[in-house]
């Protein structure tokens, strides 16, 4: 099973930025996908997910209304759209899949089996 990130960069207050997730290998047709984010010296977080087949996100509140994770299950891809960045949303963004993911586990990093490299965003002020 491969993650590969990519989209991240540098960018100011305001502007916006796409991530993008290629997934290879995954066993299960309709896996949890997700984003996490780790700050400098911060513990990793939750970001977004969709849960199995829902089809339905879950956002952090602190990126509600202005990120939206989207899945192209022809593709085998994961997007995160991030706009109106803020400083606080730096971070090295990883996207994470899992085929045991449950309901009351998929904002915990440890429900995740498998792990991109993580593409680093900085927000500048």
């Known amino acids: 099973v491969q993650l590969q990130a990519s989209g991240g960069g540098l960018v100011q207050a305001g502007e916006s930025l796409r991530l993008s997730c290629v997934m290879s290998g995954l066993t299960v047709s309709r896996p949890s996908v997700a984003w996490f984010r780790q700050a400098p010296g911060k513990e990793r977080e939750f970001v977004a997910d969709?849960?199995?087949?829902?089809?339905?996100?879950l956002y952090a509140d602190s990126v509600k209304g202005r990120f939206t994770i989207s899945r192209d299950r022809a593709k085998k891809t994961v997007d995160l759209q991030m706009n109106s960045l803020k400083p606080e949303d730096t971070a090295i963004y990883y996207c994470?899949?899992?085929?045991?993911?449950?309901?009351?586990?998929?904002?915990?990093?440890?429900?995740?089996?498998?792990w991109g490299q993580g593409t680093l965003v900085t927000v500048s002020s």
């Open positions: 994470a899949a899992g085929e045991s993911v449950t309901w009351s586990t998929q904002t915990t990093p440890n429900a995740y089996g498998y």
């Open positions: 969709i849960f199995r087949s829902s089809g339905s996100p």
